[in-house]
Nanobody, 123 residues
Framework: QVQLLESGGGSVQSGGSLTISCTASAIPYTMGWFRQVTEKEKRREGIAAVDGDGATVYADSVKGRFTISLDKAKKVLSLQMNSVKPDDAGTYIC??????????????????WGQGTQVTVSA
């Protein structure tokens, strides 16, 4: 079973930048980042994802601001977050699936999840 470990979360000022990372024990075909706003709210919003062919997809809310990248040699999935907004705050969770998925931003296709890293945005 692939294990995922996120890091790099923290506090960032609105308009600032932050990079979060996910270190994997092995690289599955599809990997992505999801955001959970609160612990109580279990809904996870797809933020960005990349598949084995290198295709990337982003939520409309982060297009042009966030960049997802996968370093296969280091087994690290990163999310560069620029021009951060208060609405970007939440727990960012790394997810993976051993295969292609129909909708890269839909959480139901992913079977492997990390514990998450918290991102807070101050005004």
């Amino acid at each position: 079973q692939v294990q995922l470990l996120e890091s790099g979360g923290g506090s960032v000022q609105s308009g600032g930048s932050l990079t979060i990372s996910c270190t994997a024990s092995a690289i599955p075909y599809t990997m992505g980042w999801f955001r959970q706003v609160t612990e109580k709210e279990k809904r996870r919003e797809g933020i960005a994802a990349v598949d084995g062919d290198g295709a990337t997809v982003y939520a409309d809310s982060v297009k042009g601001r966030f960049t997802i990248s996968l370093d296969k040699a280091k087994k690290v999935l990163s999310l560069q977050m620029n021009s951060v907004k208060p609405d970007d705050a939440g727990t960012y969770i790394c997810a993976a699936y051993h295969g292609r998925v129909y909708n890269l931003l839909h959480p139901s296709y992913y079977k492997i999840w990390g514990q998450g890293t918290q991102v807070t945005v101050s005004a």
